[in-house]
């Protein structure tokens, strides 16, 4: 079984076995990592959070299939923030509840 490691406030890590909602929820991470990828080689930039979900309506015009990306393993919306000049996608994990980055939360981050 593979180990996600999630970084806590950049002093120590958890490991979460990978398996069900978390390995479907990694995946969707990963594929809306993608889409901010695709905006940075086509505008030079990260989106802000607003520029990103447009950018992927155009990307993607199936409904279903952006319905799909932007949920977690736990049928959650995912988040799309910013933070400065970070961009964080993030779960909030299976306890579904916004513990800010720690316990069981879910996240890339992706520098400018």
């Known amino acids: ?15 979460f076995t990978i398996d069900g909602p978390m390995r479907r929820t990694r995946e969707n991470l990963e594929r809306l990592h993608q889409v901010v990828e695709t905006y940075r080689q086509t505008y030079g930039r ?8 447009v950018f992927k309506k155009m990307l993607i015009p199936d409904l279903a299939t952006r319905y799909a990306m932007a949920t977690d393993g736990w049928g959650r919306g995912l988040w799309v923030c910013r933070y400065g000049d970070v961009l964080v996608l993030r779960s909030l994990g299976p306890n579904g509840i916004d513990d800010k980055g720690g316990v069981d939360d879910v996240w890339i981050e992706i520098e400018p």
């Open 46 to 53: 990260l989106p802000t959070a607003t520029e990103f979900m």
């Open 1 to 15: 079984m593979a180990l996600l490691t999630a970084a806590l406030c950049g002093l120590c890590t958890l490991n």
